[in-house]
């Protein structure tokens, strides 16, 4: 077990965020945060970051992907995130979000 504490990048969160917005939505806007940061992505002013519901996964691979849709869903009714679609082609579905 102690293997398994401190040999990655640990994600970070507040208990006072968690608190208010659901642990879950406070794991995901923190990591949210971090992408954004180091975006380049830039459209209508603001900073964005594009990922699918399975690149979420990726980084949260201990939640099914409903429980990542309905986070994120969460966020974006608490308006917490935005998110567009900028893409060029019309079957590319991946979604641009941004917190405030």
Known sequence: MSKLLFNEQPLVKLPELACKIGLNEAVILQQLNYWIMKSNNIHDG???VYN?????QKQFPWWSLSTIKRSLKKLKTMGLIITANYNQLPQDRT????YY
């Open 46 to 48: 603001k900073r964005w």
């Open 52 to 56: 699918t519901y399975s690149g979420w």
């Open 95 to 98: 979604v641009c979000q941004k």
